[in-house]
């Protein structure tokens, strides 16, 4: 910081006062935000830092309570949407219109108040990590609509582990092509 300080004295010798004050001024925030921000997040270590329920999807960042959440893969194609006054086109097969229970399972995401468009996709192919799908549970009734997390191949075949945003851990199980019924492509708040 000394050093900082005398290289900005001697280029203040050669210009008007406001110019060094001016200078001093940065210096001395610039070198408060690098030491604020050495102390919060050490040079030598990844900012993520793993949640104790994750499984390298979710991570927590050091802002508290925000995760590290992977995003949907773009199914449908910029030219594949046509945007008019008075409607919207999406050119693509078999869509198929949702609604939500009030479960909170996926908030902020998607609400009780959502509508949604999805597809039936080709399993395994159209379906990847951050996706969002509906499947049919071996463990609960009804349909759930979750985030895939991790997609992997067993002795089995294919399968998928998902879990809700908003829910602290995976759900039960693994999830294979036959539970799943749809992908979402769209909500529409």
């Known amino acids: 910081m000394a050093n900082l300080f005398f290289e900005a004295l001697g280029e203040a010798l050669k210009k008007p006062l406001s110019m060094f004050l001016l200078g001093v001024l940065i210096t ?19 900012p993520f830092q793993e949640n104790t329920y994750s499984n390298n999807i979710y991570r927590e960042t050091p802002y508290e309570g925000i995760r590290d959440i992977p995003s949907p893969q773009d199914y449908i ?13 999406i050119n693509t097969e078999n869509i198929k219109w949702a609604a939500f229970e009030d479960t909170k399972s996926m908030l902020p995401y998607i609400n009780k108040d959502s509508h949604a468009l999805q597809i039936e ?12 799908v509906s499947y049919k549970s071996n463990y609960a009734d009804g349909i759930i609509i ?14 998928f582990i998902l879990r809700g945003d908003n829910n602290p851990s995976n759900d039960p199980g693994k999830i294979r092509c036959e539970q ?6 769209a909500i529409i708040y």
């Open 77 to 89: 194609q910029q030219e594949q949407i046509q945007v008019f006054r008075d409607r919207v086109i």
């Open 121 to 132: 996709p080709a399993c395994p192919e159209e379906i990847s990590v951050g996706d969002i």
């Open 146 to 159: 979750h985030r895939v997390v991790h997609k992997d191949i067993d002795e089995q075949g294919p399968y």
């Open 28 to 46: 001395l925030t610039l070198n408060a935000i690098t030491e604020t921000t050495a102390t919060e997040i050490p040079a030598n270590e990844n």
């Open 180 to 185: 799943i019924q749809r992908r979402l492509i």
